[in-house]
């Protein structure tokens, strides 16, 4: 091709243009395009993490809305299944149990508890762990002897039952019954130990989860 000819000039200009066009692509838009493809990513990774601290937040919402109702749950287990065998709280559950039977703290001969004993079994109850199982129920065995009529003994059995600390009456022994109507009653049972259930409040770290 002879270059000096007109048409030929055309065409290397021509072809001169699209090869500075490439070169300006390539130095130019060729980055921006591999930095926008990036950029896409990482908003299309936070919109993923987004979902699942979303996720997250709606759980411990859900947990945070339920706190209160599981310590109402709480203290009344430490009511029934005290953290401590607490002997002076269990005389006095006794002894108020005995007076609203009309038998009166006098009337109460004997009141003798055994340590608590945590694993295996006593009087056939076995002392298991509560749910999740991280927590051990011991009990302890704890006789009583009243002296009363049979109606106060029968009362007083029944308000044993319905203690705020949980009595399990395994055995009842009567005896006398003479001229005065009164009886000698011997009640053999067990009550137990447990270590208090964690607070939920202070495993829910909302902070931590939205930061």
């Not at 699209?18 to 990774?45: C, F, I, N």
């Not at 269990?90 to 109460?108: E, H, N």
């Not at 002392?127 to 129920?137: D, I, M, R």
Request: hydrophobic residues 40%; glycine residues 10%; neutral net charge.
């Amino acid at each position: 091709m002879d270059l000096s000819t007109p048409n030929a000039t055309k065409v290397v200009g021509g072809l001169s243009l699209l090869v500075v066009a490439a070169a300006s692509w390539m130095l130019a838009v060729g980055p921006e395009t591999g930095k926008l493809a990036d950029a896409r990513a990482e908003v299309d990774s936070a919109r993923q993490q987004n979902t699942v601290l979303a996720q997250q937040l709606t759980q411990l919402q859900q947990q945070r809305s339920q706190v209160a109702a599981t310590r109402r749950t709480a203290r009344k287990l430490a009511l029934k299944f005290p953290p401590t065998a607490d002997q002076p709280g269990l005389f006095q559950q006794v002894t108020d149990a005995a007076v609203a039977a009309g038998i009166g703290p006098k009337g109460v001969t004997t009141l003798a508890p055994s340590p608590p004993v945590i694993g295996g079994t006593e009087n056939g109850v076995p002392a298991v762990p509560p749910a999740g199982g991280s927590h051990l129920l011991a009990s302890q065995t704890v006789s009583v002897s009243v002296t009363g009529t049979y109606d106060q003994t029968q009362q007083l059995l029944e308000n044993l039952e319905h203690m705020p600390r949980a009595y399990l009456i395994n055995s009842v022994s009567l005896s006398g019954g003479g001229t005065d109507g009164a009886f000698t009653t011997t009640i053999a049972g067990q009550m137990f130990v447990m270590p208090p259930v964690p607070d939920p409040g202070k495993t829910i770290n909302m902070n931590a989860t939205t930061n």
